[in-house]
């Protein structure tokens, strides 16, 4: 298993954010978190990001306990809501910028981004000052910064949110070809229907616990459709 979580909790003072959550996500495996607001999406995330601490609990990725922060770091890419990159730099310079922090040779540097760049569409567009970009471009340079240094897992947070109908597809032709990659994505999202399309699997979020996790597929036989699995299981 690529992510292991078992028995996460997260406490601030009186208030328990997640309580007791459990689950595993298998390598190259997209995996969907669903969850309405407070559910407690964005206190797990920083917790495998490393941001937070844990309250209690276990969690690894490949292997490696979450608390060996240096060493997951290196195993993770993270693309949160907001953007990540300098808006007065180039994508490319950017992506040099972003190498420097893990000491990737200059060498595979150019190897790596050339191919990055190409698999997200945005090659023709590295020399571009990333301000100058469209919404879904600048989502996608994005993600190619959270490549550079070739994780084992991607965490995408609402990688869709606000851009147009076209450039959300190309952003799921992307996450397709990241998961070709053999790379494992977790994947925050409030559209059903990427999460229909992209997701190997979904867990659903609520108050702090997940109360289901099974294949789109599998929702869509028992509730007619991810949407309405969605709402029957959190009103209950």
């Not at 569409?121 to 100058?132: F, L, M």
């Not at 702090?208 to 029957?232: Q, R, T, V």
Request: proline share 3%; hydrophobic share 40%.
């Amino acid at each position: 298993m690529m992510l292991i979580v078992k028995d996460l909790v997260k406490k601030y003072k009186d208030f328990k954010a997640l309580k007791g959550i459990s689950y595993e996500v298998k390598e190259a495996e997209i995996f969907g978190i669903l969850g309405p607001n407070g559910a407690g999406k964005s206190t797990m995330i920083k917790i495998l990001t490393c941001f937070h601490k844990k309250t209690s609990g276990e969690v690894s990725i490949n292997g490696i306990p979450i608390d060996r922060i240096s060493s997951i770091k290196r195993l993770i890419g993270w693309v949160p809501q907001e953007e990540t990159f300098y808006e007065k730099l180039t994508a490319i310079e950017n992506l040099e910028y972003f190498s420097s922090l893990y000491n990737i040779p200059k060498k595979i540097f150019r190897e790596r981004a050339e191919s990055i760049l190409k698999m997200l569409e945005i090659d023709h567009k590295k020399n571009s000052i990333a301000e100058s970009l469209s919404g879904g471009m600048k989502r996608r340079l994005s993600i190619a910064i959270a490549l550079i240094h070739n994780p084992k897992i991607l965490y995408l947070d609402e990688p869709t949110a606000g851009v147009d109908p076209v450039s959300r597809r190309a952003l799921w032709e992307g996450i397709r070809k990241i998961k070709q990659q053999g790379i494992t994505i977790l994947f925050c999202t409030h559209y059903m229907d990427e999460a229909e399309l992209l997701c190997d699997r979904v867990a659903i979020l609520r108050s702090g616990e997940i109360i289901s996790i099974d294949a789109p597929s599998n929702f869509k036989k028992k509730y007619k459709s991810l949407e309405n699995a969605f709402i029957e299981l959190v009103k209950k």
